[in-house]
């Protein structure tokens, strides 16, 4: 499965800030058991389940940067690195969280890197992960195959104007044209 090929997806599901809080709650709950001592977020939408677990479970949070994109552009099939894990993290129990693991490649790419720095233990998370992500994330507060809307993607700003995110048009687009098939 290719990342960002939506028509494989089953359904839409919009997720509201109500049920983020939820999921991330969820994700705290299943992470606390590993008594994580550094979540590592990644940047730019993990940010925000990373940062509700840090302090949900009162530890520290270092933001790390691996995306296809630039720019909100994908650009690569592979994860780049632009801001690497910190060597703080040796000797410690580390959790990365994502927002979403698709192909699961870039959750993998993060827990290896956090292993050759040394740290004693690598969890992955996601709030959301698809049936397909390979490997899978250790905890997920959700598994589903839907395409799924996140509350910080739905508008951006287009000129003064609040618009439908475009990756989020064609993602719909997507649907509709494989449910006619």
Known sequence: MKPYDYAYRIGVRTISW????SLAGKLSELLEQFQPQVILGIARAGLFPATQVACSLRCELFPIRLTRRANDQVISDQPIWKTPIPPEVAGLVVVVIDEI?????????????????????????????????????HVTALISDEFIIFPWDEQV???????????IQKGIQAQTRSSKN
């Open 18 to 21: 109500n049920e983020f809080a």
């Open 101 to 137: 693991a698709d192909t699961g490649r870039t959750l993998a790419m993060a827990a290896d890197s956090a292993v050759r720095l040394g740290a004693e233990r690598v969890i992955t998370a996601s709030l959301v992960s698809h049936s397909w992500a390979e490997p899978v994330p």
């Open 157 to 167: 700003l287009d000129h003064g104007k609040w618009v439908t995110h475009p990756e």
